[in-house]
T-cell receptor, first 112, second 114 residues
Framework: GNSVTQMEGPVTLSEEAFLTINCTYTATGYPSLFWYVQYPGEGLQLLLKATKADDKGSNKGFEATYRKETTSFHLEKGSVQVSDSAVYFCALSEEGSYIPTFGRGTSLIVHP | ETGVTQTPRHLVMGMTNKKSLKCEQHLGHNAMYWYKQSAKKPLELMFVYSLEERVENNSVPSRFSPECPNSSHLFLHLHTLQPEDSALYLC?????????????FGPGTRLTVL
């Protein structure tokens, strides 16, 4: 079956630090890949996505590149802000499937 | 953003109560989902509806009963719950329900079972 593995959290950074949250996946086909973010007291919302190999998704300074050869979709941001403190979920969904697969989430805490 | 709304936002119920959670989407989507989010556990997909037909049911106990009367509304009927059912219940919708579709989540209902 499909699976998504994210690095354990919490990740604690100072403001303006560089962020990487690792995500690797296993899938039987060629899935679409997603990063969702959940701010405190809210539901998840899409941060970015990529639908095929070598695509780069980007939004709000965050980026992730679909790497088929390493089955990875690592999330990066060059300079984090306190407002980026949230839980980040990596996910995949295969073409034709109704069932997305989510990682366990990585909590990010950014200190001033 | 009021694309997906959920009511109530908080619910406390006893083990013998019957209650319902409501979800409404204003995005014109065809697919709707219920998820359970518990502390220190992965997000659990409970039910998926596409065009008001249930297309997935992930071995959820019968004390949870979904209802999708039309493509804009989704309910989760609760009865005889257990304390371990306490969690955040998230509703989501997507255009078609498959593949590259983005899921749009509501804010969730925080359920506490006493």
């Amino acid at each position: 079956g499909n699976s998504v593995t994210q690095m354990e959290g919490p990740v604690t950074l100072s403001e303006e630090a560089f962020l990487t949250i690792n995500c690797t996946y296993t899938a039987t086909g060629y899935p679409s890949l997603f990063w969702y973010v959940q701010y405190p007291g809210e539901g998840l919302q899409l941060l970015l996505k990529a639908t095929k190999a070598d695509d780069k998704g980007s939004n709000k300074g965050f980026e992730a590149t679909y790497r088929k050869e390493t089955t990875s979709f690592h999330l990066e941001k060059g300079s984090v802000q306190v407002s980026d403190s949230a839980v980040y979920f990596c996910a995949l969904s295969e073409e034709g499937s109704y069932i997305p697969t989510f990682g366990r989430g990585t909590s990010l805490i950014v200190h001033p | 953003e009021t694309g997906v709304t959920q009511t109530p936002r908080h619910l406390v119920m006893g083990m013998t109560n019957k209650k319902s959670l409501k979800c409404e989407q204003h995005l014109g989507h065809n697919a709707m989902y219920w998820y359970k989010q518990s502390a220190k556990k992965p997000l659990e997909l409970m039910f998926v509806y596409s065009l008001e037909e249930r297309v997935e049911n992930n071995s959820v106990p019968s004390r949870f009963s979904p209802e999708c009367p039309n493509s804009s509304h989704l309910f989760l009927h609760l009865h005889t719950l257990q304390p371990e059912d306490s969690a955040l219940y998230l509703c989501a919708s997507s255009q078609d329900g498959r593949g590259a579709d983005t899921q749009y989540f509501g804010p969730g209902t925080r359920l506490t079972v006493l």
